[in-house]
C-alpha cells in the first residue's frame, strides 16, 4: 500500500490546457514537497510546502498543502511541452522520521 | 548549492557479480544518507538509510546481506549490490539531507543497473 496516492497516474493533454495532480495520504506531514523527474536522472526539487493551508506559485504552476497537512495538489495553467515528466510528491512525516516517503507518481505528457 | 555525485550512471553487469554505486556530498557533510531504488514506470522506493560511522537502517523487504551499505565519511556513502541477479536490475538513486536546512534533500542522478 502506497502511504501517498497521487492521481491521475497518467495524464496526456494538449498544449494550453490546465490541469492538477492530488497527492493524498492518511497521514500527517510535517512538509511536502513535489519533484519532476526526467527518464533517467534523478528528481528535481519543484516547491516544498510546510504550512497547513499553504499556497506557493512558482510560474505557471501553483501548489497547495491541505490544512490538516495530509494531501497536496498541484495545478499547471497553460501547460507547455517542456512540462512533460514524472511528477512526485513526497513528504517527511510527522513521526519524526527523516526519509522522504514518495507519492506513486503522475506521468505528464503534453502534446504540441 | 548542496551537490550529490553518484557514479556510475550506467553499468551492466552478469549475473552473480557484485557491483557498487558511490555517492558523494561534493560541498557539504552528510551524516544521513537515504538510498532508493525506481523500477521502470514506478515510483521512488525507500530501500535503507546510511548513517555515517554507524549500522546502516533497512526497510522491510529489503535484504541488508544483499545490499551492503557502507557510510565511512561524511562526504562518501556506497551501496553494493552482491550477487546480483537480473531481478536487482533497476535504477538506484541516492539522496542527502542538507544540513542547516530543515526541508531540504538533494539527489544524486541515479545509477542504472543492468544484470544480464
Known amino acids: 500500500t502506497q502511504l501517498l496516492e497521487q492521481s491521475p497516474q497518467f495524464l496526456s493533454i494538449q498544449e494550453g490546457e490546465n490541469l492538477t495532480v492530488y497527492c493524498n495520504s492518511s497521514s500527517v506531514f510535517s512538509s511536502l514537497q513535489w519533484y519532476r523527474q526526467e527518464p533517467g536522472e534523478g528528481p528535481v526539487l519543484l516547491v516544498t510546502v510546510v504550512t497547513g493551508g499553504e499556497v506557493k506559485k512558482l510560474k505557471r504552476l501553483t501548489f497547495q498543502f491541505g490544512d490538516a497537512r495530509k494531501d497536496s495538489s498541484l495545478h499547471i495553467t497553460a501547460a507547455q511541452p517542456g512540462d512533460t515528466g514524472l511528477y512526485l510528491c513526497a513528504g517527511v512525516m510527522d513521526t519524526g522520521r527523516r526519509a522522504l516517503t514518495f507519492g506513486s507518481g503522475t506521468r505528464l505528457q503534453v502534446q504540441p | ?116
Open chain 2, 1 to 116: 548549492g548542496a551537490v550529490v555525485s553518484q557514479h556510475p550512471s550506467r553499468v551492466i553487469c552478469k549475473s552473480g557479480t557484485s557491483v557498487k554505486i558511490e555517492c558523494r556530498s561534493l560541498d557539504f557533510q552528510a551524516t544521513t544518507m537515504f538510498w532508493y531504488r525506481q523500477f521502470p514506470k514506478q515510483s521512488l522506493m525507500l530501500m535503507a538509510t546510511s548513517n555515517e560511522g554507524s549500522k546502516a537502517t533497512y526497510e522491510q523487504g529489503v535484504e541488508k546481506d544483499k545490499f551492503l551499505i557502507n557510510h565511512a565519511s561524511l562526504t562518501l556513502s556506497t551501496l553494493t549490490v552482491t550477487s546480483a541477479h537480473p531481478e536487482d536490475s533497476s535504477f538506484y538513486i541516492c539522496s542527502a539531507r542538507v544540513q542547516g536546512t530543515n526541508y531540504g534533500y538533494t539527489f544524486g542522478s541515479g545509477t542504472r543497473l543492468t544484470v544480464v
